[in-house]
């Protein structure tokens, strides 16, 4: 069984309900989007997502981004980086 370079977990964090974790040093999570959004599918979800890219990015500005999923594909003009927010975010994601 081949692992993924990434999860998804759902959270407890309200504005950032799912939250997907790079798990590779090789792979962006962007470049897992059409993996990424059947999975988030399957979810029934729509809505923020928040990409937490540490396997590439390790603690790097570009780690934290932001992208909303309308149910069906990610909206990539809405895609940023998070900064600001880092630090409250980081105490909020425990898995449902």
């Not at 504005?15 to 897992?32: K, M, N, Q």
Request: glycine share 8%; proline share 4%; charged share 25%.
């Amino acid at each position: 069984m081949e692992s993924k370079p990434f999860y998804i977990t759902q959270t407890y964090n309200k504005d950032f309900p799912i939250l997907v974790v790079s798990t590779s040093a090789e792979v962006r999570l962007y470049g897992c989007r059409s993996e990424i959004e059947e999975e988030l599918k399957k979810l029934g979800y729509s809505g923020i997502v928040l990409f937490d890219q540490i396997g590439c990015n390790g603690v790097g500005v570009s780690r934290f981004q932001v992208i909303k999923f309308d149910g069906t594909s990610f909206e990539r003009r809405a895609r940023r980086i998070l900064q600001s927010q880092l630090p409250t975010c980081l105490f909020d994601f425990m898995p449902k």
